[in-house]
Nanobody, 123 residues
Framework: QVQLVESGGGLVQAGGSLRLSCAAS????????MAWFRQAPGKEREFVAA????????YYANSVKGRFTISRDNGKNTMYLQMNSLKPDDTAVYYC????????????????WGHGTQVTVSS
């Protein structure tokens, strides 16, 4: 089992920045891929970014490319999402996910999930 806990969400003005963290415990070292997803009210959960265990391969949704940076500290079992130049459209609950399988941008491919952290961007 793997437990994931997100933190770092909040309210920020458009153009501002936030840094999300995802602390993993349990069999966290076995997680090959970790990812961030987000879900806005009335919308489906969507892929934001993912990173492999070694950190050498990262993946981004087109909507956040160039603004968001995903990183991972395996020694601390923690994943981060640095979000810059935030827009009102980035408002959502952000979820951390992990799996032992290969990279996927589909939420159904991830076995482990956190409870989410709210990010609100005001215009």
């Amino acid at each position: 089992q793997v437990q994931l806990v997100e933190s770092g969400g909040g309210l920020v003005q458009a153009g501002g920045s936030l840094r999300l963290s995802c602390a993993a415990s349990g069999r966290a070292s076995s997680m090959y891929i970790m990812a961030w997803f987000r879900q806005a009210p009335g919308k489906e959960r969507e892929f934001v970014a993912a990173i492999r265990s070694g950190g050498s391969s990262v993946y981004y949704a087109n909507s956040v490319k160039g603004r968001f940076t995903i990183s991972r500290d395996n020694g601390k079992n923690t994943m981060y999402l640095q979000m810059n130049s935030l827009k009102p459209d980035d408002t959502a609950v952000y979820y951390c996910a992990a799996d032992a399988s290969a990279y996927s941008g589909r939420s159904a491919s991830y076995a482990y999930w956190g409870h989410g952290t709210q990010v609100t961007v005001s215009s």
